[in-house]
């Protein structure tokens, strides 16, 4: 370790300052939140999760489409993809072990 890091250390507080490690400072622990001491009623939670859908940020349906475009036409190109190179790889197995 060279001075600088030694200088850098000390300034953050992990070196003392005859160089030797600081004592490592505890931070005050807080205390655990308290439990709710009542259920939610449930139309309590579906008036939350109401408000809650309200904040999603929906695609329209013009990115839906668009979106599940790029999809099939990305699951088409991979299925053919697939398909091709089972096809060979079978062809070529039959005809290494072919008698």
């Known amino acids: 370790m060279n001075r ?32 709710p001491s009542q259920r939610t009623s449930p139309t309590v939670f579906l008036r939350e999760v109401r408000a809650e859908l309200r904040k999603v940020a929906w695609p329209s349906r013009s990115e839906v489409i668009n979106y599940s475009t790029v999809v099939l036409i990305t699951l088409v190109v991979l299925i053919g993809l697939i398909f091709v190179l089972d096809y060979a790889f079978a062809k070529s197995v039959l005809f290494l072990f072919q008698s």
């Open 4 to 35: 600088q890091t030694k200088r850098l250390m000390q300034r953050q507080g992990q070196l003392g300052e005859d160089g030797s490690p600081a004592a490592a400072k505890r931070q005050p622990t807080r205390p655990a939140p308290k439990a």
